[in-house]
């Protein structure tokens, strides 16, 4: 069974950084795991995409967070990591840690099949 769990959630201030883990175990597919993303919900909104990989030549971002957040990924460790820099309120949500599917036909980047359980991100004015 697949298995994601978050770590590096918590509070900082506006213009801080963060650096989130998660690692990935329990894997039998690899195509059902090639591509790794993180999302976040804020209250009241919908679930976004934040940014997606599946390697370090193929990466989508949010327009929100191109040029202070990286996603990267260490295959010999199964981590995949989301380092927020100049961090701003408005990135305060629930950070989610999917993997799945790599698509082309659509701007969605992947199809999830697994999921973490969240970490709750909190930046403050």
């Known amino acids: 069974q697949v298995q994601l769990a978050e770590s590096g959630g918590g509070l900082v201030q506006a213009g801080g950084s963060l650096r989130l883990s998660c690692v990935v175990s329990?894997?039998?597919?690899?195509?059902?795991?090639?591509?790794r993303a993180w999302y976040r919900q804020a209250p009241g909104k919908q679930r976004e995409l934040v940014a997606a990989?599946?390697?370090?030549?193929?990466?989508k971002y949010a327009d929100s967070v191109k040029g202070r957040f990286t996603i990267s990924r260490d295959n010999a460790e199964n981590t995949v990591y989301l380092q927020m820099n100049l961090l701003e309120p408005e990135d305060t949500a629930v950070y989610y840690c999917?993997?799945?599917?790599?698509?082309?036909?659509?701007?969605?980047?992947?199809?999830?099949?697994?999921w973490g359980q969240g970490t709750q991100v909190t930046v403050s004015s």
């Open positions: 990989l599946t390697g370090e030549y193929d990466t």
């Open positions: 329990g894997i039998i597919s690899t195509t059902h795991t090639a591509a």
């Open positions: 999917a993997a799945g599917r790599r698509i082309y036909y659509s701007d969605n980047f992947l199809i999830a099949d697994y």
